[in-house]
């Protein structure tokens, strides 16, 4: 099952003479392949929020617990329905589809317009819901999720690297891509930036505002499905807090690209990554996972409109 | 500690109902007034009856209990989010953080008391810097930050062995009060005292700070913050206390909850109790500070009730739903879905809470009005406090004003040739200011600008020296009431420090939007006594470049007021130099009565703080008679004496303007920015803000004045500034810049056709 590579050992024969260096340098390279792929997950799972966001100027902070559901779902389908589990993956995206639309009816098209206060405490409110329905549906004890590259190992000069963390960054990589292309020259993207600089004048030249809302959280839900089926194998087992902490990371990477912004989103989600994993690989190791927050609450505090962008930041705020 | 304290706070209170004691006495302001302090005494002790007779048994003492320790946390969260409108979500994390150091405290024998005040310092400690950290932050970015430190805090539990203990702690000792141990037979006897004792003396806290400025004040920061640091306030302490103080809080009431409880672990401190700390505070109403009891009501006993509710749903499982569904074992497994529901359903429908509804039925039945202060709507907090001013002032530019270039202006830099300011009596230049005449103000100045239209021939170039020929326009159609001109008189020589020459010098103030340049290196100088008027077609910069010298926008340049030099950027550093300002959208808090809205803009800022407000009672009533008297004579100065105790929610239009210009001038300004005061206005309401500048500058203020109406600004001001495209295009005599072709043109476009000068105002706001 262990994929193994030539590039490990050429890289790590030059080496071999002194194991110390070797695993030295192994541990660098491990910790630095975990960094890019926990970036990639953070930012895969922040991409979905800031869909939304530049659309229809709603913070969902249910995304994080929508992540979960996705997992859920494709564990679900091959559970219950014996899926194939490329299948299952699949159908638990398209049902996020659907999953969005209606909770965007339901949900979230009170709440366009309301104030930042009511949406945040709102969409929480919806993100408990959610997590409990799933809790009280499948059960709250730690689940594993079975994937086609699971098992798999890359070997890089002597740091085994998951294949399921590169399938994520590729996948990331590929989404970043395709919403980049979406936000651009699409009709899409054209009007969700006429919304996005005017919401009523948008509307009054015909934008149907409802109508691509909709779609935007679809998609967003989609994208909530497509991470949680990728990031929930990448972890041995999961249980229903799976998406709420990614997202907390998503949010933090948000900060540090300057919301709105879906380069920044991704160069911030790296950033979180690495720095969670390579300076916490080497100081205070059981407070990485505080890291991530330390950074953001460092950038909000010396350059709150973001690391990247000066103008973003602070929209439709 | 019992629940008799309270009463012992509420003995200095003891004041006489009703308004002033004393004819010469400045009135006893309105929340120095009745007894708040026999209510929080009353719901004490219904709740000790409530107690009595509905409680019985361990479990219903125990539920009791933790319905009051729920509020007492909640009533700390008001403090933060219900009066400083901050999101924070670090309520639960900060009575973890209380919980741990205390029982840290007392595991190393270290008694209770000192474990209990080392808590709440630890907290309070680690909010304050945390709130200077994220000062800059605006409600998304600060609620993010806030889940962040949860995060940080709760790892820290849950890894610092030699602290928590990893997060799990068992047989910590008991609460020992000076000798009292909540512990025994009668143990739950004695912590409903206990935490019925610390509802009350936090009830007395908020009650005490209500009456105080600093709770005024936190509405003010809370609802639009910018406005208020224009009026002087300084947002970023005011906010760092109330974290702080609701931190504290926390810490304090997880510092007994753990003693209380005997065990502690990580979880319980999780978002999820953030989180239902706002669903309490939110359901319950979080404009009162009642309504935490009401929501931790709901909390605590709904919860409970879910749990007991098995028959019921056996019923139902066994009848209507047979077959369909089976509930779960743990009934209580429903409940995060109730509560999340109702916090969606809240939220979208009911945004003033349990108490709400109730004020709202009370107010239908008896016609009275509420407590102006605290309450409104939630939406006002967010809509009004950011989407629309700051919006409005920022035009999508980020919210916090980057730190400006502080580049004080050359020392002997003071405008050279500013009027003859020694000759206050502006008053001898003007005419009797009659309805009459000013009524026929308009029609002249029609016709002035008529005829200078009709011969573009006469281009006048704009005068050279700014300032140097406001006198000898300052014979124009101004009025005043020789009584005003003459208190002016020696309302001047109260301001007398400030050099003569300019009162307001700008130097190449310059604002860019991203590629846009607003504003290109103005020059601007407004001497003493002179009113200047700004005009300019929409679009020229006239409102960014007031925002720009008040602070609100990012600029560079240099400023001075008075002869010293100001830094941009920093809102209440230039108020507090004399520069005050009004909007375009007139921006009033309507959370605040009428006379608290001009309180804020009072520099007199001795004793505002929370500690004061709490304990130097005496004192404060002191001072706020002060500032309450010179409040009203702004009040009185602009034309709304008997509004003082108004809420300024059901104001027109035209007295939002007034109750403005109050704000503005109750510092002893020694300028005012006034930006559009006339838009909206009709004409005779217009004629009348006109009589009233020009009173003012009778004695002596200085103005710069933005606006559309060509006749107000040719009737108001000595001397005339035309912007077009963020630069000075030409300046002069009011009556005479209608003669500059370039004026003309920007303004009627090319050719120029005749046109009415009041469809100018095209700006007017709805």
Redesign the interface.
């Known amino acids: 099952m262990v994929m193994e590579v030539a590039l490990g050992g050429a890289l790590g024969a030059p080496l071999g003479g002194s194991p110390a260096v070797l695993a030295v340098s192994s541990k660098f390279i491990s910790l630095t392949a975990a960094g890019i792929s926990q970036g990639a997950i953070v930012a895969l799972a922040a991409v979905g929020f800031l869909l939304v966001y530049k659309a229809t100027g709603v913070v969902n902070f249910a995304q994080g617990d929508l992540i979960t559901l996705g997992a859920y779902l494709a564990l679900w389908l091959t559970r219950d329905f014996d899926a194939p589990i490329l299948a299952a993956y699949a159908g638990a995206i398209a049902l996020m589809f659907l999953i969005g639309v209606v909770l965007e009816r339901v949900a979230y098209a009170p709440l366009r317009g309301r104030s930042i206060h009511v949406v945040v405490i709102a969409t929480l409110g919806a993100a408990i819901v959610i997590r409990t329905v799933i809790a009280l549906w499948l059960g709250a004890s730690p689940v594993a999720l079975d994937s086609p590259a699971r098992g798999h190992l890359w070997r890089v000069g002597g740091a085994a690297i998951p294949l399921q963390r590169i399938v994520i960054v590729v996948v990331t990589l590929l989404v970043v891509a395709g919403l980049t292309w979406l936000f651009g020259p699409t009709a899409f993207g054209r009007q969700v930036r006429a919304l996005a600089a005017d919401r009523e004048t948008a509307r009054l030249h015909g934008v149907r505002s409802a109508r691509l809302s909709m779609v935007a959280f679809g998609l967003s839900a989609a994208l909530a499905g497509l991470a949680g089926v990728l990031i929930g194998p990448a972890n041995s087992s999961f249980d229903i807090t799976l998406g709420f902490s990614v997202m907390l990371g998503g949010f933090a990477a948000a900060i540090l690209g300057g919301f709105g912004s879906l380069t920044g989103v991704v160069i911030g989600g790296f950033l979180i990554g690495l720095v969670e994993q390579l300076f916490g690989g080497y100081v205070l190791r059981d407070y990485r996972g505080a890291y991530p927050f330390l950074l953001m609450i460092l950038v909000i505090a010396l350059r709150p409109q973001g690391l990247l962008s000066g103008r973003a930041a602070h929209e439709r705020l | 500690m019992s629940a008799s304290e309270p009463g012992t706070t509420a003995r200095p209170e003891a004041g006489g109902p009703g308004p002033a004691a004393g004819p010469a006495e400045p009135p006893r302001p309105p929340a120095f007034r009745g007894h708040p302090y026999l209510l929080i005494l009353a719901v004490l002790a219904g709740l000790y009856l409530v107690r009595l007779w509905r409680t019985e048994g361990l479990a219903e003492e125990n539920l009791f209990n933790t319905w009051l320790f729920m509020s007492c946390l909640v009533v700390g969260f008001w403090f933060v989010f219900g009066v400083a409108g901050q999101?924070a979500f670090s309520q639960a994390a900060f009575a973890g953080l209380g919980a741990y150091t205390a029982a840290w405290m007392t595991g190393n024998d270290h008694p209770f008391e000192l474990a209990v005040v080392v808590a709440v310092l630890v907290c309070v400690a680690v909010a304050l810097v945390?709130a200077l950290?994220?000062?800059?932050?605006?409600?998304?970015?600060f609620?993010?930050?806030t889940?962040?430190?949860s995060?940080?805090l709760l790892?820290?539990f849950r890894?610092w062995e030699g602290f928590t203990g990893g997060g799990e702690l068992t047989n910590i000792a008991p609460i020992s009060l000076f000798g009292w141990e909540v512990s025994g037979p009668d143990r739950d006897q004695r912590a409903f005292w206990l935490f019925l004792g610390l509802l009350g003396l936090l009830l007395a806290l908020a009650t005490a700070l209500q009456r105080s400025p600093v709770v005024r004040e936190a509405i003010a920061v809370r609802d639009k913050p910018l406005v208020a640091a224009s009026a002087g306030l300084p947002g970023v302490r005011i906010r760092a206390t109330f974290l702080a103080l609701g931190s504290g809080i926390a810490g304090l009431t997880g510092a007994f909850l753990v003693h209380w409880r005997g065990s502690v672990t990580t979880e319980q401190f999780g978002?999820?109790l953030g989180?239902a700390v706002?669903?309490m505070l939110?359901l319950g109403g979080m404009h009162s500070k009642y309504g935490p009891l009401l929501g931790a009501w709901f909390y605590v006993y709904v919860e409970h009730g879910l749990r007991d509710s098995s028959d019921y749903l056996e019923f139902l499982e066994d009848g209507p739903l047979h077959g369909v569904y089976t509930f779960?074992e743990n009934l209580d497994?429903?409940w995060?879905?109730l509560?999340?529901?109702?916090?969606?359903v809240v939220?979208?429908a009911l945004?003033d809470g349990l108490v709400g509804i109730g004020s709202r039925l009370a107010h239908r039945l008896t016609g009275a009005g509420g407590d102006a202060r605290s309450t409104g709507p939630?939406?006002r907090?967010?809509?009004t406090?950011?989407?629309d001013v700051a919006a409005r002032l920022r035009r999508?530019?980020?919210?916090?004003p980057a730190p400006a270039p502080d580049r004080p202006g050359p020392p002997g830099a003071a405008a050279p040739a500013g009027p003859d300011t020694t000759t206050p009596a502006t008053t001898d230049t003007t005419t009797p200011a009659t309805a009459d005449t000013s009524a026929a103000g308009p029609a002249d100045e029609a016709a002035a600008g008529a005829s200078a239209r009709a011969e573009p021939a006469g281009v006048s170039s704009p005068p050279a020296g700014p300032g140097s020929e406001s006198l000898a326009a300052a014979g124009g159609p101004a009025g005043s009431p020789p009584a005003k001109g003459e208190g002016g008189g020696s309302a001047v020589q109260e301001r007398a420090p400030a050099p003569a020459g300019a009162v307001l010098t700008a130097r190449s103030i310059g604002v860019s939007f991203?590629g846009v340049r607003a504003v290109d290196a103005v020059d601007l100088t407004v001497g003493r006594g002179e009113v200047l008027g700004l005009i300019g077609p929409n679009g020229s910069g006239k409102s960014t470049l007031l925002n720009a010298m008040t602070g609100v926008v990012p600029a560079e340049g240099t400023l001075e007021v008075a002869g010293a030099p100001v830094p941009l950027g920093k809102p209440p550093r230039v108020r507090r130099a004399g520069l005050g300002r009004t909007y375009q959208t007139p921006q009033t808090f309507t959370a605040l009565t009428c006379i608290e809205n001009v309180l804020l803009g009072v520099p007199d800022r001795r004793r505002m703080g929370i500690v004061a407000g709490a304990v130097a009672r005496p004192l404060v009533l002191a001072d706020e008679r002060r500032r309450w008297a010179a409040a009203q004579a702004a009040l009185e100065r602009v034309g709304l004496p008997d509004h003082a105790e108004r809420p300024a929610a059901g104001l027109s239009h035209r007295d939002q303007r007034l109750l403005e210009l109050a704000r503005a001038l109750v510092g002893e300004p020694k300028v005012v920015l006034l930006d559009e005061p006339s838009a909206g206005l009709n004409a005779t309401e217009t004629e009348e803000l006109c009589a009233l500048l020009t009173g003012l500058r009778a004695e002596g203020l200085s103005l710069l004045v933005v606006d559309h109406k060509i006749d107000f600004i040719t009737e108001l001001c000595d001397r005339v500034v035309v912007l077009e495209l963020g630069r000075v295009i030409a300046e002069g005599d009011p009556h005479g810049i209608w003669s500059d072709q370039r004026v003309v043109d920007v303004y009627l476009g090319v050719p120029p056709e005749p046109a009415d000068a009041d469809a100018v105002d095209v700006e007017a706001v709805p």
């Open positions: 999101f945390f950290l994220v000062r800059r932050a605006e409600h998304l970015y609620a993010i930050a889940l962040g430190l995060e940080v790892l820290v890894s978002v999820d989180l706002f669903l939110i779960s497994q429903y995060p879905i509560y999340g529901s109702v916090l969606v939220m979208i945004p939630l939406a907090l967010g809509l406090g950011l989407g999508g530019r980020a919210a916090a991203g």
